[in-house]
Each structure stands twice: as C-alpha cells, then as structure tokens.
C-alpha cells in the first residue's frame, strides 16, 4: 500500500464535526419519522412522545411539548452517538472515509439491525424486524441515509485534511 492511498489524517474527526454529522443525520430520520406519522394519519408529535416514553412510559403520550421535546432531544442525542461510533471507526480504519458512500450504505445495515434487533425489542418485548412489506423497505431506506449522511459528513473533514 503506497502513502497517497492510504493517506487519511489520524485521528478523531473534531467535535463539530461530529456534532453536524448527528444533526444532519438525525434530521434525516426526523424527517422520515415525521412522514411516516403523517402517512398514517398521525400528528407529527407522536414519533417523539414514543420516544420520550422511554423515560417517561406511557404518560409522556399525555404530556404535549414537554414530553415532544424530549423526545426530540434523546433523538439527536442518539443521532449524535451514532456519529460519533463511526468517527471512532473511521479514525482506526481509514477506508470508512476513502469510500464515504459505501460504508455509510454498510454503517446504515449496522444501524438499522442495532434499532430493529437490539433497541426495539429490548424496549417494546416485540420481536423485530417484524416485516411490513414497502414499510420495512422504507425503514431500511432511511437507516441507509442516515449512515451515508453521517459517513459523508466525517469523510469530508478526514479527507480534507489528508489533503493539507
């Protein structure tokens, strides 16, 4: 392996970076959660009272915007812990930003099966994935866009310092 292919500036991406790659990629999923609610005829606040009920148990549902802003919150905090998993990848293995898009294809497949194999079923006592035809392709699609997101936003500030 020659020095210029593997040139990718050790260490971890900074903490800004990190924070905007959990921003845009929570607001990836932000958007879809809130489609999906929509979809299904729901108000845009319900994705995040579910989430806030995992503090909170059911009566976050009867908690307006206390318990939406919770849930908000906890997203983007998860969203931001995710980001910061792959830059902690990315700064050990140095391919995760010399091809952004397919490791972020491959993070997203990691991040849907901890969600639907580990996070859900340890929440809800329901086994998942639970198949639901185009509503489980559209789940797998927005995990997938949020991992190329995070992936693409880490790959650019390792890459460009590689450069310097």
């Given at each position: ?6 040139a ?23 958007i ?26 059911k ?8 318990s ?9 905090a ?6 910061l998993?792959f830059a902690?990848?990315?700064s ?33 006592g329901?086994?998942?994935?639970n ?30 310092r590689?450069?310097?």
């Open positions: 392996m020659t020095v210029a292919s593997s990718v500036a050790p260490g971890l991406a900074p903490l800004p970076v990190i924070l905007k790659a959990g921003l845009l990629g929570g607001l990836v999923d932000f879809y959660a809130c489609g999906v609610a929509a979809a299904n005829g729901r108000p845009a606040t319900r994705p995040w009272q579910s989430v806030a009920s995992g503090w909170l148990g009566p976050s549902f009867d908690m307006g915007w206390t939406v802003a919770l849930g908000v919150v906890t997203h983007f998860i969203a931001t812990t995710m980001a998993a902690l990848a990315a050990r293995v140095a391919v995760l930003t010399r091809r952004p898009l397919v490791s972020g294809l491959a993070y997203g497949v990691v991040l849907y099966l901890v969600m639907y194999g580990v996070v859900l079923p340890g929440r809800f329901a086994p998942f994935p198949w639901q035809g185009i509503q489980t392709v559209a789940d797998i699609c927005a995990h997938l866009g949020v991992g190329v997101v995070i992936a693409l936003v880490i790959a650019r500030v390792r890459l460009s590689a450069q310097d």
